[in-house]
């Protein structure tokens, strides 16, 4: 140790002792003696779902995965992001989720409990903002097959079922319960079971995926009477969608040539088969709505807006499943049990109009 006395302006001595350190002073035990490594402390931001929540949890709350949501904020973000950033704003994250909670458990107060900045009437105009650009994004999501290709990939997707040949999609219609709407027109809204819905009318292909969608008419309108005011009516009449193709329906609509129902009375074993065949390929649309219901229990336990916002959450909401459908991001066993859809018994057999084409298949596919 070496020692050093320097005199400051102002007269005042200092000793400074010098320490002579080298390299060479270090022994190879020094390596040993070395501190631990500091841990790198990652702080999370409590406000943010994608940090507070993991992969599961997330999922749960919002019925999507991280990444599908990053990529709807990808495409609709330009859509709801604030034009000024005064007053507060929310952000365009922020309301997408927001409004997927919403869809996830169909109460304000779900919504307001996990975004703490955000009242009931803010969450409200949110959730109307972010559905009405979603549900005017039907265009683009939700299309019955056009062009050949598509046509004959649908096709072979239904045959692959069971064996139904030229199928196109298959229809159905769901009850989606909502609140009194009051007025004159209220009791046009109760169903058959006794409570206030929306008939939506749906079709889907093999993968689930909707492909045509109704979403106006009151709970106490027929199927039959959906699909009869259709515009597909007319595309289908003049082979908008291939030459001999065709829909499957329950016994709730009436047989033509391009929708073909089960026979009530099946009498012959060819007419079973092609029964059970319909049964099993028909089948794609009770799952679809159970899917749909299930990845959006709004849809299942019943909404409270407005009838006007109650039609653009079922819209949005298909837009949504073809999003999931496309981006094969699938429910897993969690959400097995939620949602069950629970729909109104069909009515008795519809009269059959034309059995022509059902006969003719039958004859030479199920004999």
């Known amino acids: 140790m070496e020692f050093a006395t320097i005199i ?111 009242n009931q009437s803010t969450a409200c105009r949110v959730i109307n903002r972010v559905t009405r650009h979603l549900a005017r994004q039907r265009p683009n999501f939700i299309n019955m097959p056009k062009n050949q290709d598509d046509i004959l990939q649908v096709c072979r997707g239904f045959y692959r079922i069971r064996g ?17 709407p009051g007025g004159n027109n209220a009791e046009l809204y109760r169903n058959r079971k006794g409570f206030f819905s929306i008939n939506v009318q749906a079709i889907c292909d093999a993968t689930l995926k909707i492909r045509h969608i109704i979403s106006r008419w009151p709970g106490s309108v027929h199927d039959s009477t ?38 009530l009375n099946p009498r012959t074993p060819a007419e079973e088969r092609y029964n059970r065949s319909h049964v099993a390929t028909r089948n794609t649309i009770e799952r679809t709505f159970g899917v749909l219901k299930r990845r959006f229990p709004c849809l299942f336990l019943g909404l409270r807006n407005t009838v006007h916002v109650c039609l653009m959450i079922i819209v949005a909401c298909a837009v949504l499943h073809n999003i999931a459908i496309d981006s094969n991001d699938h429910l897993n066993e969690f959400f097995e049990n939620q949602g069950r859809a629970e729909d109104i018994p069909i ?9 022509s084409i059902r006969t003719a298949l039958v004859n030479t596919t199920f004999s």
Not at 110 to 116: A, E, F, L
Not at 227 to 252: H, K, R
């Open 8 to 118: 400051n302006p102002s007269g005042i001595i200092f000793t400074i002792f010098m320490l002579d350190i080298s390299l060479s002073s270090f022994s190879s035990s020094s390596d040993e003696e070395e501190a631990p490594a500091r841990r790198i402390r990652f702080i999370r931001d409590r406000n943010n779902p994608f940090q507070i929540y993991d992969d599961i949890d997330f999922k749960m709350r919002y019925r999507f995965s991280k990444p599908i949501v990053q990529n709807l904020l990808h495409m609709f973000g330009h859509l709801i992001e604030p034009k000024t950033k005064r007053n507060k704003s929310i952000d365009g994250l922020t309301q997408l989720l927001i409004t997927l909670r919403f869809y996830a458990t169909g109460t304000y107060q779900r919504v307001i409990g996990d975004h703490i900045n955000v």
């Open 164 to 180: 139904f040949p030229k199928v196109i999609g298959a229809i159905d219609c769901t009850h989606i319960k909502i609140q009194s």
């Open 226 to 263: 959906i699909f009869n005011d259709s515009p597909l009516i007319p595309e289908f009449e003049a082979d908008q969608y291939g030459a001999g193709t065709y829909l499957l329906g329950d016994s709730g609509y009436a047989c033509k040539k391009y929708l073909l129902t089960p026979f």
């Open 347 to 355: 009515a008795e057999g519809y009269r059959n109009e034309n059995t």
